[in-house]
């Protein structure tokens, strides 16, 4: 960690441990069930050095076309941490990571609403719409989960501060922050203890919610069954009243059941979490995995388990990646899961 970011970190040794979670890396793998993120893509393997998702070369127009200046801008309960009724079932945004969003549309034959894009590990935050190269999507009318490591940026904290500030009012005076939710840190486990990732999020959270643009967390759920059971609390109770939406990367192989554990059961500590402290939530990252044992049917069976999210949930996200990528992961992979893809995209679009 360079030494400019440790004015956040030496204040966790005074902080009371958040459940008193431990830290050991789990060594895990995709293959074997996902886990510790990387800086982005499917809980991939820091020794891979890969970074499936972090370089976006799609520039495109910087026009304002398909721009979308509602109402819903203004920071209100339905845009800002409030929680929805469960019980109360309606349109989900349905999607995938944007460097796989080309094949991932070829292979389902369905229109994209929402993409994740990732800020690659390392990089200065941008500080504009067209300077994140996410001008392209909104001119599509497309929304964006926007996921920024801003901790392992080069630059200081206080640059840090200032550029998520510019990029977010940028946001907003194009009249796109109903369409952005922006996630700081994203799979924060084992890289940083959870005293650690609140101090880094309470540092940085102010200057996007600041401005208007939503705000939140993203938890992979391999660590709820490898060693951090506690992981939504232990990550979260210091600083819920600055997240405004809790996200979810989750995988077969997150549990040991694989396919025979049903989805829903695998996310629910988190979506549980969400719901008792009124925050809405998505599952930003879900895939079939080819590697894990089961059947063609098996895994279109556990991909349809989404089809039953309840009324909380916002937006749901295939993690399609890059070509030449992932390859275990590509939904083409099984046709059985195409076809069920667009089942559920068509139940939760249109509940």
């Known amino acids: 960690m360079s030494k400019r970011h440790t004015s956040w970190l030496l204040a966790i040794v005074l902080m009371p441990a958040c459940g008193g979670s431990t830290n050991t890396g789990v060594g895990d793998v995709v293959g074997a069930g996902g886990g510790a993120g990387t800086d982005a893509g499917p ?59 080309a094949q991932f549309d070829a292979a389902t034959g369905l229109a994209t609403q929402v993409v994740r894009q990732y800020l690659k590990g390392g990089d200065s935050i941008p500080v504009s ?27 200081s904290q206080a640059v840090n501060s200032a550029n998520l500030t510019a990029l977010a009012k940028d946001i907003v005076a194009k009249g796109y922050a109903s369409k952005t939710w922006i996630a700081l840190h994203h799979e ?46 232990d990550y979260t109770s210091g600083i819920l009243a600055q997240v405004d939406f809790i996200g ?59 089809a039953k999210l309840d009324g909380n949930v916002e937006v749901v996200m295939y993690y399609e990646g890059a070509a030449g990528s992932y390859a275990n992961l590509k939904i083409e992979n099984d046709p059985d899961a195409v076809t069920t893809w667009k089942q559920v995209y068509q139940t939760l679009t249109t509940r």
């Open 248 to 306: 979810i990367d989750v995988y077969p192989g997150s549990t040991p059941g694989g396919y025979g554990t049903d989805v829903l059961s695998v996310i629910s500590p988190f979506t549980k979490y969400a719901e008792q402290n009124g925050k809405r939530y998505q599952v930003d990252e879900v895939a079939v995995d080819s590697t894990l044992t089961g059947s063609a049917q098996q895994q279109a069976a556990w991909l349809g388990g989404l």
């Open 129 to 155: 719409v067209a300077a994140a190269k996410l001008d392209t999507y909104y001119a599509a009318g497309k929304s964006i989960v926007y996921s920024i490591k801003a901790d392992q940026s080069p630059d």
């Open 188 to 233: 924060p486990y084992p890289e940083l203890t959870g005293p650690a990732f609140q101090m880094m999020y309470a540092t940085y959270a102010p200057a996007v919610r600041g401005a208007g643009v939503r705000c939140g967390v993203i938890y992979q759920s391999y660590p709820l069954y490898h060693g951090e059971p506690n992981y939504a609390s």
């Open 43 to 101: 809980d991939a393997p820091a020794s891979t050095g890969a970074d499936a998702s972090g370089g976006d070369d799609a520039s495109g127009p910087t026009s304002d076309a398909g721009r979308e200046d509602a109402p819903n801008d203004a920071r209100t309960d339905a845009h800002h941490g409030g929680g929805g009724d469960a019980s109360a079932l309606g349109p989900v945004l349905m999607g995938v990571d944007a460097n796989g969003e």
